[in-house]
């Protein structure tokens, strides 16, 4: 594609990365090999010394892999992106290859359960110091960035309350205090939000999201620049082995293909479905980012060019939340989002109840929140289903 013009999201999500083999096949193969074979001693020993360009074997390069991860970054505007076996994976790379014992780490407190776990739990017992800090509160950044720090995580809009940070204002403080940025995108998509434009580093993502779509594989990403991610976080996948299997990367890749159609849809979808609940008296609060109170809509005016498919409400109490919960329907009871298939879910209770009741409170999840990943059934359906589950 290098003597066509720049080209739209939608073109790249389709096209970049594409390398037919001698078979011509129109469809991305899927090379399902754990090792490649070699013509001679000689080419094996200069492809394992890195003096001939080749495959060697899947943990460490792949074409399949190779070419969902050049699609992926060309999407975020990124030199390189490496895949991981999942979202988790993805994080819990970029931390261990990036920082040593004696580093320290700022990370937004209101993040996914597990990257909140990883960081305040995990990060310690190999000697890296950890502060979490509120996500669009600059001045505490500021204050904790006082402190020497290596580097910066951030998830934006955060799982679930779709906290907001401004990319470009986060990555100013962050760089003048000699600190990476890296951002999970896994709501937003670089179809909606590319963080690298912003200033950011590096965006991690969970493609078990909205990247698969369809609730069928895990999978993860690291993208940002060519001498990060090609250097210190692939050789650090490369020898402890957290790489994706070719099979979820050629489902991952299809996935791309249709992923800014995707999003469109779920947007819309999550627009209707946000209006309806604003209408209702009954709730405690609503929140999406295209509803009028949204707290953070200068920012999402700023970074990001759609509202997404994910929002909340609050029933006001845990006991509302668990009725509404067990009354739906056609919305799944199951812990992921992202899926064609709407997904509801009581944070509290599932993806941050490892989390102590003052973790919760102060990354603003109380007992009555419920979380809605909107799929791409028809809205009025969708709408029905919740209007009887609150009638209960
Ligand atoms: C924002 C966010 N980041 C990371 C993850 C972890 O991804 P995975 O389940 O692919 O490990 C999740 C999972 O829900 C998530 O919502």
Not at 34 to 48: E, K, L, N, V
Request: charged letters at 20%; one cysteine or more.
């Amino acid at each position: 594609m290098a003597d066509l013009p720049p080209l739209h999201p939608a073109t790249v999500a389709v096209r970049a990365g594409r390398q037919p083999t001698r078979f011509r096949e129109h469809s991305e193969p899927c090379f399902l090999t754990s090792s490649f074979t070699f013509d001679s001693a000689a080419q094996q020993a200069a492809i394992f010394a890195g003096d001939e360009e080749g495959f060697l074997y899947s943990r460490f390069t792949n074409p399949t892999v190779g070419c969902f991860e050049e699609r992926y970054a060309a999407l975020e505007g990124a030199e390189a992106a490496v895949a991981t076996a999942s979202g988790m994976a993805a994080i819990a790379t970029t931390c261990l290859a990036l920082l040593s014992a004696g580093d320290r780490v700022v990370c937004a407190r209101e993040v996914f359960g597990s990257t909140h776990l990883f960081v305040e739990q995990w990060l310690s017992r190999w000697g890296i110091e950890a502060e979490l800090v509120p996500l669009a509160d600059l001045d505490a950044w500021e204050r904790a960035l006082a402190r020497p720090t290596k580097l910066c995580l951030v998830e934006t809009p955060s799982n679930p309350t779709l906290a907001m940070v401004d990319l470009a204002a986060l990555s100013e403080v962050a760089h003048g205090a000699g600190a990476l940025v890296a951002v999970d995108n896994a709501f937003a998509t670089p179809i909606l939000q590319r963080p690298i434009a912003h200033g950011a580093d590096l965006v991690i993502t969970s493609a078990t999201k909205y990247i698969d779509g369809q609730g069928r594989v895990l999978g993860g990403v690291i993208a940002g620049n060519e001498a990060v991610v090609k250097g210190e976080i692939f050789s650090f996948v490369r020898t402890t082995g957290p790489c994706l299997s070719a099979f979820n990367a050629w489902l991952l890749l299809k996935g791309l293909e249709t992923l800014p159609v995707r999003i469109k849809a779920h947007c819309d979808g999550a627009t209707k479905v946000a209006a309806w609940l604003a209408t209702r008296s009954d709730l405690a609060a609503v929140t999406h980012p295209s509803l009028p109170d949204y707290p953070y809509r200068e920012v999402a005016a700023r970074q990001m060019e759609g509202p997404g498919g994910l929002l909340t409400f609050d029933v006001g109490s845990l006991e509302r939340a668990v009725r509404v919960v067990n009354g739906v329907s056609l919305f799944s009871r199951t812990a992921n989002l992202g899926d064609t298939k709407s997904i509801i879910s009581h944070p509290a209770s599932t993806t941050h109840a490892r989390l102590t009741p003052e973790a919760r409170a102060a990354a603003g999840i109380g007992d009555g929140l419920i979380r809605l990943s909107i799929g791409l059934e028809d809205p009025r359906d969708l709408i029905a289903d919740l209007e009887r589950a609150l009638a209960e």
